[in-house]
């Protein structure tokens, strides 16, 4: 025997799933994006900017943080904890801040920008959905406590 599903249901796993897939999508964008700053940090190649005693002060204090920042991002969206996004809007803002409000100190690269606001954007609509549909499941639902009057 089979248990009739509500259509409220599909929607919320695939909201569910969808969620999980663009988490664990940029939570590796962003593990990879921490090892190219180890990379940078480390010196494997030549060049100004790909050792770390090369780099202009501004890279010296950016480069560090975003390598730990990135992993640690990457880490919380691929695990689905709660902290996820919450990083990787702090990554998302720190190069916001780097590359639109510092230019002249760090070349604007918009393209990881973009990448950024793509995804936050979609996992914010995402969320919204999710709510919208929770809070359409709760209006629908038959009410099991009895509409009490009292007289006075």
């Given amino acids: 025997m089979t ?16 969620t999980t897939v663009l988490k664990r999508g940029f939570g590796l964008f962003l593990f990879g994006g921490g090892i190219y700053y180890w ?15 090369l780099m202009p002060f ?14 640690v991002a990457g880490i919380g969206l691929w695990t689905l ?13 720190a190069e916001a801040i780097m590359h639109i409000g510092l230019p002249f100190l760090f070349s604007g690269k918009l393209f990881f920008l973009g990448f950024h606001l793509f995804g ?3 996992l914010g609509v995402l969320r919204l959905v999710g709510e919208l549909e929770a809070a359409q499941r709760l209006k629908s639902r038959p009410s099991s406590i009895p509409d009490i009057k009292h007289e006075m």
């Fill in 3 to 18: 248990v009739p599903v509500r259509p409220g249901d599909k929607a919320a796993a695939l909201n569910r799933i969808l």
């Fill in 58 to 71: 501004a890279w010296q204090v950016a480069a560090p943080a975003l390598a730990v920042l990135y992993p």
């Fill in 120 to 122: 936050l954007a979609m």
């Fill in 39 to 53: 990379v940078r940090l480390v010196g494997i190649f030549d060049g100004a900017l790909w050792r770390f005693d």
């Fill in 81 to 93: 904890m709660s902290w996820g996004p919450v990083m990787w809007l702090l990554v998302a803002g």
